[in-house]
């Protein structure tokens, strides 16, 4: 199978979906990029369709999971990316932080205007232990930036 490499990006999604329908090892890293190509693109439900391929094949890999709450809140479905992180939640995923993802389900609160919420979900991760530093830094940093349009600045 020849691939252009000339830099024409119609040809190369087209040579990515061939290798997606064709190839054998490497189609997943080809659905991959062509979910980041298209979440780029701006072209949000080709990205999502080659995201819920991936989840479907890899149930257990929270990143792809993750990604799809992501890609819902860029294409403005904020209520289904809170259910989608609320459902990672459910979920017994190997190594994820779950202040990760009550950061983002805070900060996704956040943008759908639900600033009791968010605020709800942050200070819940920000006082989650056993979590990586950077992920506890995070989520006390989004926290504070909610308890200021809160109006809350000394607590922020």
């Given at each position: 199978m020849a691939l252009d490499r000339r830099g024409n990006l119609?040809?190369?999604?087209?040579d990515l979906e061939l290798v997606v329908e064709k190839g054998f090892l490497e189609n997943d890293d080809a659905r991959t990029l062509l979910a980041i190509v298209y979440t780029r693109q701006g072209m949000f439900d080709l990205a999502m369709t080659k995201l819920s391929e991936l989840h479907a094949k890899y149930p257990e890999n929270y990143l792809v999971?993750?990604?799809?709450?992501?890609?819902?809140?860029?294409?403005?479905?904020?209520?289904?990316a809170l259910?989608?992180?609320?459902?990672?939640?459910t979920k017994d995923y190997a190594?994820?932080?779950?202040?990760?993802?009550?950061?983002?389900?805070?900060?996704?609160?956040?943008?759908?205007?639900?600033?009791?919420?968010?605020?709800?979900?942050?200070?819940?991760?920000?006082?989650?232990?056993?979590?990586?530093?950077?992920?506890?830094?995070?989520?006390?940093?989004?926290?504070?930036?909610?308890?200021?349009?809160?109006?809350?600045?000394?607590?922020?």
């Open positions: 119609d040809a190369g999604r087209r999971h993750l990604d799809i709450a992501a890609l819902e809140m860029l294409s403005n479905h904020p209520a289904q259910a989608t992180y609320r459902q990672i939640l190594n994820l932080e779950r202040a990760a993802v009550l950061t983002r389900l805070g900060v996704a609160s956040r943008m759908a205007g639900d600033l009791a919420e968010s605020e709800r979900w942050l200070r819940e991760a920000g006082e989650t232990r056993n979590n990586s530093a950077a992920s506890l830094g995070i989520a006390r940093l989004e926290w504070g930036k909610t308890l200021d349009l809160r109006l809350q600045r000394t607590a922020a």
